[in-house]
């Protein structure tokens, strides 16, 4: 008899104190998952920060160019929307006359990882500018994206123009 009791209450106790590590162990994690979705959202804000307030036109794109995302530079340089611009592809930015070359930057940057060049991009109405433009393939969750960022240089242009004349 007292020997069954005993067995029972360090049974009763022992089955407590794992009971309560159990529970200290599910709030801790649950707390770090806090902790880090949070960290992820505040990652988040950043990125999306950063992608708006560039001066620079950024796009990303799937492994066959079609527009993902795009900051808020693109959509006034090009005159599109966001909605309209995750519509399109890269090569539909192009200037008409160059989008058979843009098909061989396009698997350039595939085959090579990266690429810098420069052309036309053409805006909803119709007018074209010159643009620098650095592309990036890269894995992002396992998915291969094509990252551009795209420098108007108009006024590059002009100035190389107006040196050229003096010269």
């Known amino acids: 008899g007292p020997l069954r009791r005993t067995v ?13 590590i159990g529970a200290g162990l599910a709030l801790f994690l649950r707390h770090h998952d ?3 979705v949070l960290k992820q959202l505040h990652l988040s804000e950043r990125f999306e920060s950063l992608m708006n307030e560039a001066n620079d036109i950024i796009l990303v794109m799937d492994g066959k160019g079609r527009i993902l995302e795009a900051n808020v ?24 006359e160059l989008r058979a070359e ?3 930057v396009l698997e350039r940057v595939l085959a090579g990882g990266s690429a810098r060049f420069e052309t036309l991009h053409c805006r909803r109405d119709g007018s ?10 890269v ?15 108009t006024e590059r242009r002009v100035q190389e123009q ?5 010269t």
Request: charged residues 20%; hydrophobic residues 50%; negative net charge.
């Open 8 to 20: 029972w209450t360090g049974g009763i106790v022992l089955l407590g104190i794992v009971a309560l």
């Open 73 to 96: 530079q693109a959509q006034e340089e090009y005159g599109y929307t966001l909605a309209e611009l995750r519509g399109m592809t890269i090569l539909e930015l192009r200037a008409p």
């Open 128 to 137: 074209t500018f010159p643009v620098e433009v650095s592309s990036k393939a």
């Open 34 to 36: 806090a902790e880090m």
């Open 139 to 153: 894995r992002l969750d396992g998915q291969l994206r094509l990252i551009s960022f795209a420098h108007d240089i």
């Open 102 to 104: 843009g098909i061989v």
């Open 162 to 166: 107006s040196l050229q004349r003096m």
